[in-house]
């Protein structure tokens, strides 16, 4: 392939209309995709299989359009493009009755969807943000699970009920009565302090500010029954410390995090506009004085040229003026002579 053939390519690929039709075509196919999760039929495999030559075609012009195949892999986009391409052109009849198998390559197809994310810049800005987060997040999550741990022991130390076969007759009774007004413990539900999967689970469900009073009110009615030692406002106190902890000051560190890596971000592309700015400022600083240059090298030229022309043209009047002169002199000697 030429080198002309290649530009022209990469002048395609990196217009912005090119990335429009994209998006265009990666929302058509989120579209279909939506459809196909309610019907199946010949026309929506047509046009699954219709996208997916699209995709590779894109695929294809952005492989063609990068100097060497290290660029193309360099970018992580073109690798994750890849790999969805190439899972689509996996038959599922490879795989005969493995369901699993099956499902996962249906899955892989659904990520299309996400190709959206490389087709604006801002979107592009929000994925770096979040990746570069991940290491901040890391720590703020590790620190969120130690609390979320110790808060759900000691929920189950608190508020677990007696255990139904080893309970009194009073407290089978009195856990018939808490039935009557709290949705659990049943077979479909366990109580929500009863091990420690379900304490964390509790506990992320008052994070998110998901009824989680009524967790407190249904075990402060276990404590007016007598099934729980601790008073009501200790229950009330640990539900209201572990919402401020982890509503007010855990999620907001983590929001901290992306936000701070997001300003980053925005600084080093303030940078980058910068210094693209002055790069093209000094360059075309460079094609001004090169164009001065080549300026006054042709006037020089053009002086030269004249002052030359102007030599020569002397040049020919003086020896068109000696012949005549000469001429003149032997005449007067003849007249001279004959005197």
């Avoid at 009920?161 to 808490?178: C, F, I, T």
């Avoid at 009863?194 to 304490?199: F, G, I, P, R």
């Avoid at 360059?283 to 090298?297: G, N, P, S, T, V």
Wanted: aromatic residues 10%; neutral net charge; charged residues 20%.
């Amino acid at each position: 392939m030429t080198e002309s053939t290649r530009e022209f390519i990469r002048r395609i690929v990196i217009n912005r209309r090119f990335e429009y039709l994209a998006m265009l075509v990666i929302l058509a196919n989120s579209v279909v995709i939506g459809i196909e999760t309610y019907t199946t039929s010949e026309l929506i495999y047509t046009l699954n299989y219709a996208f997916l030559v699209a995709f590779t075609l894109e695929l294809g012009l952005r492989f063609v359009a990068c100097y060497s195949v290290s660029e193309f892999f360099a970018n992580r986009w073109n690798v994750f493009d890849l790999i969805i391409v190439a899972a689509g052109y996996v038959p599922t009849s490879w795989f005969g009755d493995h369901g699993i198998v099956i499902e996962l390559l249906r899955i892989i197809r659904v990520f299309r969807v996400l190709r959206l994310l490389r087709t604006m810049e801002e979107l592009r800005l929000i994925v770096t943000v979040l990746l570069r987060s991940l290491k901040t997040l890391t720590y703020n999550l590790v620190v969120m699970g130690v609390f979320l741990y110790v808060f759900a022991v000691i929920g189950i130390y608190l508020f677990r009920l007696p255990n139904m076969a080893m309970a009194s007759p009073e407290q089978l009774e009195a856990l018939e009565q808490l039935r009557q007004i709290a949705p659990w413990p049943t077979e479909m539900q366990e109580e929500p302090y009863a091990n420690l999967s379900e304490a964390i689970f509790t506990l992320v469900r008052c994070m998110s500010g998901d009824a989680w009073s009524d967790v407190r009110y249904h075990l402060c009615a276990a404590s007016r029954l007598g099934l729980l030692d601790v008073p009501e406002i200790v229950i009330t106190g640990y539900h209201i410390v572990w919402y401020i902890l982890a509503a007010f000051l855990l999620i907001n560190v983590i929001i901290g995090a992306v936000i701070s890596n997001f300003e980053s971000a925005m600084r080093e592309k303030r940078k980058q506009q910068e210094r693209a700015e002055r790069a093209a400022e000094r360059a075309a600083e460079r094609k001004a004085q090169a164009l001065a240059q080549k300026a006054a090298a042709a006037n020089a030229v053009a002086v030269s040229s004249a002052a030359t022309e102007q030599s020569t043209i002397a040049g020919d009047n003086v020896a068109q003026t000696l012949p005549t002169a000469g001429t003149a002199d032997s005449t007067e000697s003849g007249v001279q002579s004959r005197d």
